[in-house]
């Protein structure tokens, strides 16, 4: 268990609605970002949130937008949902540090699908 | 940011030992390298992390070439429950880099153990 989890697991949307997915983090990770994983590839990393402001981007679209809480959750809202945005999202939280690598440590994921 | 090609897939029999190879050949100086399993419908897991030489844990040894331009997972005496997904990921997550967290995902190499 990483001790991130993820709402809600499974979800069906159509075309052009809105989403919101949720995160939670580990207790004392004040970095979370998310990633979007279609089948069969690696996961594509979105945007990352450090102290509740965006810290990085992927290349990804404008209606992907996030939030950081300060109770370490996050939120993950894409808008005028396409087919394609149907795909695992993951998101990873980590504790950010001025020396080495960091650890991510993932959820479980939301499976999206866009109908 | 660095790009990562992998095999797509390996087969190999349980107690054998693995070899996963990953090659990286834009990796900047300050990216980590860091390995992660993923089974179906979960997210990723980390196994192990390194920037250059050797990194050895419980499950698994890094080796890391001079050039840092490939690096090689190896897992030894594998069993049935190791069969997965394995992804390297190259990339600095840190915040306090201006590119955190455009870290690169590859496809992954599927893994298959048999008895």
């Known amino acids: 268990e990483t001790g991130v989890t993820q709402s809600p697991t499974h979800l069906i949307k159509t075309r052009g609605q809105q989403v919101t997915l949720r995160c939670s983090s580990q207790?004392?990770?004040?970095?979370v970002s998310w990633y979007q994983q279609a089948l069969g590839q690696g996961p594509q990393f979105i945007f990352q949130y450090y102290r509740e402001e965006e810290n990085g981007r992927g290349n990804f679209p404008p209606r992907f937008s996030g939030l950081q809480f300060p109770n370490y959750s996050s939120e993950l809202n894409v808008n005028a949902l396409e087919l394609d945005d149907s795909a695992l999202y993951l998101c990873?939280?980590?504790?950010?540090?001025?020396?080495?690598?960091?650890?991510?440590?993932f959820g479980p994921g939301t499976r999206l699908l866009v109908l | 940011l660095a790009k990562t090609t992998q095999p797509i897939s390996m087969d190999s029999y349980e107690g054998q030992e693995v070899n996963i190879t990953c090659s990286h050949n834009?990796?900047?100086?300050?990216?980590?390298i860091t390995w992660y399993q993923q089974f179906p419908s979960q997210g990723p897991r980390f196994i192990i992390q390194?920037?250059?030489t050797k990194v050895t844990n419980e499950v698994a040894s890094l080796f890391i070439p001079a050039d840092r331009k490939s690096s090689t997972l190896s897992l030894p005496r594998v069993s049935l429950s190791d069969t997965a997904v394995y992804y390297c990921?190259?990339?600095?997550?840190?915040?306090?880099?201006?590119?955190?967290?455009?870290?690169?995902f590859g496809d992954g190499t599927t893994l298959t153990v048999k008895p």
């Open positions: 990873a939280s980590s504790y950010p540090g001025l020396a080495g690598g960091e650890t991510q440590y």
């Open positions: 390194g920037y250059k």
């Open positions: 207790s004392g990770h004040n970095t």
């Open positions: 990921l190259v990339g600095d997550i840190r915040v306090f880099n201006t590119n955190a967290g455009k870290s690169t």
């Open positions: 834009n990796i900047a100086t300050n990216d980590y």
